[in-house]
């Protein structure tokens, strides 16, 4: 389930009914604010190099993934769909813990602002960011902040951790597997980080990875600047970025949004690196109660010490874990239609305005990954501009 899978509450069943004769809600996400419209493409990858530990056959690591660009639009296609179709099947069975009826919202026909294989536009090279996303929660969970970033010139690349969500391959889908170690799941997320790196090499000389063989645009491979690579991810996916970071100088600069980071999980507790990194987190820490800060939260004030180079921490006071993902801009859009349980929904994203919040995260993701891949000046990395203080602050 979404809350279960990210923040460990208890896997019950929901107890609501179907949707109502209305038919299932339908709903937006925000529109992008960059002048660059968006091209996308899926593929799927195979590591050839490392057997996955939670196959059960015992096979080779596999991995679905997105490339977002900066593309030009064709009259009269279609928008890529928001989410894939066991996925968004997969959505409709779980939100019933935040109240939602099943299939009462319209997971099924809610659309991205891309074009699927669009043409390139070419204003390149381009600096490429790699997302991961929260344990238990796929990929396009994040489409909000990533179409952002690529509407403002950035390619990034989203990428499932097979077994540690629901993904949806070619043939069918894979759910995650049960009893998965904690600091092996993290382990296997670094290199399926490094791994997706290594793939956009292999793209960039030419070469075509997805296992499909599905044409690539034209002029992509050239965008791809794999000298400015940064990585940002939530939750587990966010501390998979801090530990990648400390080990793979390939990435010039990572963000971690709300993701624990506990010493008896990282690959090397010491490690220290000087890659500029972003460290933001809402509410409280989930293990002490105190401030999710690093003043406040013992394993981030841990962490903080190993980061040598330039470093920021901000801080959403009335957000929650799920703040940093898209859930808070789909439960606004449909709250006047269906009915929500109000308390999960506080426990789950806060009470923090979902269009401030979403706000604050596009606008210092962005000021941050162009700064350190652009070299752009970003003033609102130093002080938080006055509009935005009721929402973020950033910790001295």
Known sequence: M?????IGLPRAVAHSSPAGPGGPVPFALPAPTGPEQIGTLEMQLVDRARTDPWAENGGLRELMINIWYPARHRAGLPATPYLTPRIASWFNQTTGELGIAKDAVDFSGAVSHAQTRAAVVDHGPRPVLIYSPGGGLPRAIGTTLVEDLVSHGFIVVTVDSTYQAPVEFPDGLRMPAHGVDMKQALAERVRDLRFMIDQLGRIRTGANPDVQQRDLPAGLAAQLDLDRIGVFGHSIGGFASAELIRTDHRVRAGANLDGSMGEKYRSDPTATTTTPFLLVGAGNDGDSGRRHTYREAPDWSGYWKLMRGWKR?????????????????????VADDVDLDRQAVRDAVGTVDPSRSLTVQRDYLRAFFRAHLTGSTEPILDRVPVDLTATAELIP
């Open 2 to 6: 979404i809350i279960a899978a990210v």
């Open 313 to 333: 921490n901000l801080y959403l006071p009335d957000g929650e874990h799920l703040s940093f993902t898209d859930l808070p801009s789909v439960l606004a859009a």
